[in-house]
């Protein structure tokens, strides 16, 4: 393999960035109240092999007064510790579901000259937090412990409960996102299941069936996803994937067609409760 890009440098220092924002928040007791969820939960926890540029989070019971800032001192100390000036930016509104916080790296020269990237960039590098302080019903839940920069633990939805926030994503969405659908074919392949009753409240609570009495099972998921499937400009999705990708995961992307993807569906159809 060739050196690493620039791309390929910022990322790695992104993943160090998200890793060490996630043991602080271990620390700071956040996950007695919330969970991790997302892309980045599937690469850091299940070796998802794609990058994911996010902190997605769940609250393990609905409070729309929770705030960031009780977190985010501590997280701001624990960069500080490891040579990172930050500056933390609250970014929610009170009646947001979601609340978001963003983390900017401000002393980017240093910590790309520490990589050793050539030309160096000016631009900061970013980590957003987002936590959805309504979450539907149903999901479930699993305690993991990881080691990198310390020993610490946290919660996370499990792996079901992850493939039925893809699904609701992959149906609602109303714009193409390649990395939906790259996520779909890896949930797959580990013949994932899904937590239907997570799906059912999501599905209820935002999207074209909000607020509708579903009944969703594997036949009204297969059916609706197929309908997607055969709407979706692959090329375009391909796009938006390419650029998380490493050289030997995005070969994956050569097979990308509607074909496949009805394909991957008959093999959830196949296997799934």
């Known amino acids: 393999m060739g050196a690493p890009t620039a791309q390929q440098e910022e990322l790695a220092l992104k993943e160090i960035m998200q890793e060490i924002a996630l043991a602080s928040l271990s620390r700071s007791g956040f996950f007695s109240k919330g969970a991790f969820q997302g892309g980045t939960c599937l690469r850091i926890l299940y070796g998802l092999d794609r990058f ?36 933390i930016k609250d970014r929610s509104e009170a009646s947001e579901t979601i609340k978001r916080a963003f983390l900017k790296e401000e002393s980017v020269g240093f910590q790309l000259e520490f990589l050793e990237i050539v030309n160096k960039s000016t631009r900061k ?19 993991k412990f990881l080691d990198f920069p310390l020993n610490y633990d946290l919660v996370s939805q499990d792996l079901p409960s992850l493939f039925a926030s893809k699904c609701h994503a992959l149906l609602c969405r109303d714009y193409i996102k390649g990395r939906d659908w790259y996520d779909f074919a890896w949930y797959i392949a580990r013949q994932t299941n899904v937590n239907y009753k997570f799906l059912s409240s999501a599905l209820k609570q935002v999207g074209p069936w909000q607020k509708q009495d579903l009944a969703v099972d594997k036949k009204w998921l297969v059916e609706h996803l197929s309908k997607k499937i055969s709407s979706i400009s692959w090329e375009e999705a391909k796009t938006d994937v390419e650029r998380f990708l490493n050289e030997r ?20 159809d196949a296997y799934a409760s």
């Not at 902190?55 to 040579?83: C, T």
């Not at 970013?126 to 309504?134: H, M, P, S």
């Not at 992307?253 to 093999?267: A, G, I, T």
Request: with cysteine.
């Open 52 to 87: 994911s540029e996010d902190l997605d989070f769940i609250l393990l019971e609905e409070d729309r007064s929770f705030a960031w800032h009780k977190f985010l001192k501590n997280v701001h100390d624990d960069f500080s510790a490891y040579g990172f000036t930050m500056s």
């Open 125 to 143: 590098l970013q980590i957003k937090l987002e936590v959805d302080v309504c979450p539907p019903a149903g999901s479930t839940y699993e305690a």
């Open 249 to 268: 995961a995005r070969l994956n992307l050569r097979v990308w067609s509607k074909e496949f993807f009805l394909d991957r569906l008959m093999k959830l």
